[in-house]
């Protein structure tokens, strides 16, 4: 069963680079990130994960755990990663599961038969604290993905989550944002006592709230 927006991140428990985790206690009420590679030894995951380790204090900062998904096993994911470390300038520092019988990766639907049907395509799923999948992208095994864009999307969830305001196209933290449209002229003036920007009936800016 495919999983959707809004759904509750199916939990798991499953060996890791860090020893045997349950999903749901290991993420508690942080926000989490759980991103699935092909293959271990392959060229694009290995500079995916190099990327996702040296970006830990930009997770810290926003209270996200990070974990990542290969369908081989542990002592691949051990000799791998002094790879990593020796490639990238940095090794693994968060989980990385090892998921040879597909355990997890069946769960959330990661392997997609038309692609490849033994191999993990590169899925990402944002979840939330209250455990409800927040984002979903699928990218293709040839195309590494852009993880300022992930932190990008989590400071817009987070904002979103706190605010009654929408990020428009190519928003970054600190830009002005957009007023929701369930919000009425007269409550917008309540809640931005300082003023708002009206370009269209629907189309209000803010300064960025919080
Ligand atoms: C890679 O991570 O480099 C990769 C994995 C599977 C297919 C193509 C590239």
Redesign the pocket.
Known sequence: MSIRLGDEAPDFTIDTTDGEISFHDWKGSSWAVLFS???DY?????T?LGTVAKLKPEWDKRDVKVIGLSVDGLADHAGWNKDIEETQGQGLNFPLIADPDHKVSDLYDMIHPNANDT?TVRSVFIIGPDNKVKLILTYP??T?RNFDEILRVIDSLQLTANHKVATPANWKDGEDVIIAPAISDDEAKEIYPAGFRTLKPYLRYVAQPG
């Open positions: 590679h092909p293959k392959t060229p694009v995951c290995t995916e191999l095994a040839s590494g």
